[in-house]
T-cell receptor, first 113, second 112 residues
Framework: AQSVSQHNHHVILSEAASLELGCNYS??????LFWYVQYPGQHLQLLLK??????LVKGIKGFEAEFIKSKFSFNLRKPSVQWSDTAEYFC???????????FGSGTRLQVQP | EPEVTQTPSHQVTQMGQEVILRCVPI?????FYWYRQILGQKVEFLVS????????KSEIFDDQFSVERPDGSNFTLKIRSTKLEDSAMYFC??????????FGPGTRLTVL
């Protein structure tokens, strides 16, 4: 069975700092990869996705993620965070041909003004 | 922008009672899902539904759970006899064939 690890449980940054959130998965086959964000009091929203092609994917609000197949990683990055990026971020993996997303435990990002 | 809606936002029930959680998926989506998140734990997949039948389910989705699409717009999750450990946030999601799953705001189920 597949699994997803998010090593950073709680990250505190100042505005304008750069962000990188780690995500590693374990699965032997091909996968689709996702980052979801949950702002305080709101529901899970899709931030970005990787299905195939260019391993560097860009999402909404200036976020990007890079799929490194050899490392089974899909790290989320943003060059300069804003206070409004304060949220919980979830990495998820979906084996090709399946429908069940497997989520990581989430990383709570707190951006201080 | 179309969105998934869920009702109620919070449901409190007694142990052993039946609950039905309701969802209205995005109108042109054909795949529907239920996930749950127990407080402090990961979001876990329960079931996926397509073409009026279950296409995939997890070990959690045992005989006390059932899903239904009773009409053209609603998608429901029924828990027949609730247990304390069923207390969780239940999320509905829907997707088209590309499998980008869009989530609803969730129903917080509290079993007393």
């Amino acid at each position: 069975a597949q699994s997803v690890s998010q090593h950073n449980h709680h990250v505190i940054l100042s505005e304008a700092a750069s962000l990188e959130l780690g995500c590693n998965y374990s699965y032997g086959g091909t996968v689709n990869l996702f980052w979801y964000v949950q702002y305080p009091g709101q529901h899970l929203q899709l931030l970005l996705k990787y299905f195939s092609g260019d391993p560097l994917v860009k999402g909404i609000k200036g976020f990007e993620a890079e799929f490194i197949k050899s490392k089974f990683s899909f790290n989320l990055r943003k060059p300069s965070v804003q206070w409004s990026d304060t949220a919980e971020y979830f990495c998820a993996v979906l084996p090709t041909g399946r429908r069940a997303l497997t989520f990581g435990s989430g990383t709570r990002l707190q951006v201080q003004p | 922008e179309p969105e998934v809606t869920q009702t109620p936002s919070h449901q409190v029930t007694q142990m052993g009672q039946e609950v039905i959680l309701r969802c209205v998926p995005i109108s042109n989506h054909l795949y529907f899902y239920w996930y749950r998140q127990i407080l402090g734990q990961k979001v876990e997949f329960l079931v996926s539904f397509y073409n009026n039948e279950i296409s995939e389910k997890s070990e959690i989705f045992d005989d006390q759970f059932s899903v239904e699409r009773p009409d053209g717009s609603n998608f429901t999750l029924k828990i027949r006899s609730t247990k304390l450990e069923d207390s969780a946030m239940y999320f509905c999601a829907s997707s088209d064939e590309r499998n980008e799953q869009f989530f609803g705001p969730g129903t917080r189920l509290t079993v007393l």
